[in-house]
């Protein structure tokens, strides 16, 4: 049996992650920012409470684990920097990044660039790092609740752009495979769902699988940008965002790679399967 910490605990891919390494016979440490976050652990989980700013909470969580997985809200180098401090004195090697494919899109898109100076951190830690860049990710559609709930209606700027959005599921997965198993250091892999989709092709499924219509209303990525900004984005995120949005519109995300299949042995699941899964969130 291996240990592993598990930063990002109650995100999205950290909270699929845990039950996984554990159900496989794994000690699993989650890291929280406060007691009150511990409470959406499961149990049986070890619980270690720190922050990506504080090194020396960072060295204490990851005391006697096999490895890390490591998920950022954003991509701060200086955090980064603190999680390769903490490991070295910890006697930690291994670590599994989670990354994106934005950080090898053409043009680099501005959080793609802030992603990958991200990485090249650990890149030149000489640690034996993996690196997760997920494609669009599925549970993004949650972002459409609030117009879905009070106009029936999803705004979007990326269309007619094909991403190939990703179960957090399956992202965590490979990262089961990446912390359990010997042979990817070093490796990036290109985590995707079976099939490109355009947004409105996804907001179309979205509405069969709750049986219910809902409209798709196309806006620019300049007019997506201003509405941020309106409701209290800071411009310089709403700028990024335009920026992907920008690219998506120009189907620079549609790759589909067959990354998870590989290293897993099973494909990936299918945005309807997610949508399935969810219904009840959007009800």
């Not at 934005?102 to 030149?124: H, K, N, S, W, Y």
Request: with cysteine; charged share 20%; glycine share 8%.
């Amino acid at each position: 049996m291996s240990s592993f910490l598990v930063i990002g605990a109650t995100g999205n891919v950290g909270s699929a992650l845990i039950p996984q390494l554990h159900e496989q016979g794994h000690h699993v440490r989650a890291l929280v920012r406060s007691a009150s976050r511990a409470e959406l652990i499961p149990a049986g989980i070890d619980i270690a409470i720190g922050d990506l700013d504080d090194a020396e909470s960072l060295t204490e969580a990851a005391s006697g684990v096999d490895g890390v997985f490591f998920m950022q809200l954003a991509p701060l180098p200086a955090q980064a920097e603190n999680m390769i401090k903490a490991a070295r004195t910890a006697g930690v090697r291994k670590i599994v990044v989670l990354s994106s494919i934005g950080t090898v899109l053409e043009p680099l898109p501005v959080i793609g660039a802030r992603i990958a100076a991200r990485d090249q951190v650990f890149r030149d830690s000489g640690l034996d790092v993996t690196y997760l860049r997920a494609n669009a990710l599925m549970s993004n559609s949650l972002w459409w609740l609030p117009t879905i709930r009070d106009e029936g209606r999803v705004y979007d700027a990326s269309d007619p752009g094909k991403t190939v959005p990703v179960d957090t599921f399956d992202i965590a997965r490979v990262a089961a495979v990446a912390l359990t198993q010997d042979g990817h250091a070093g490796r990036a892999y290109i985590l995707n769902g079976p099939q490109a989709l355009t947004a409105r092709e996804q907001v179309e499924i979205l509405a069969d699988v709750l049986g219910r219509p809902i409209e798709f209303v196309p806006v620019t990525p300049e007019q997506f940008a201003q509405h941020s900004i309106e409701q209290g984005i800071p411009p310089e995120m709403a700028a990024a965002v335009q920026n992907l949005n920008e690219l998506f519109r120009a189907g620079r995300a549609g790759v589909i790679s067959d990354d998870i299949t590989n290293l897993t042995g099973v494909a990936p699941r299918t945005f309807r399967q997610w949508c399935e899964e969810h219904a009840g969130e959007f009800h």
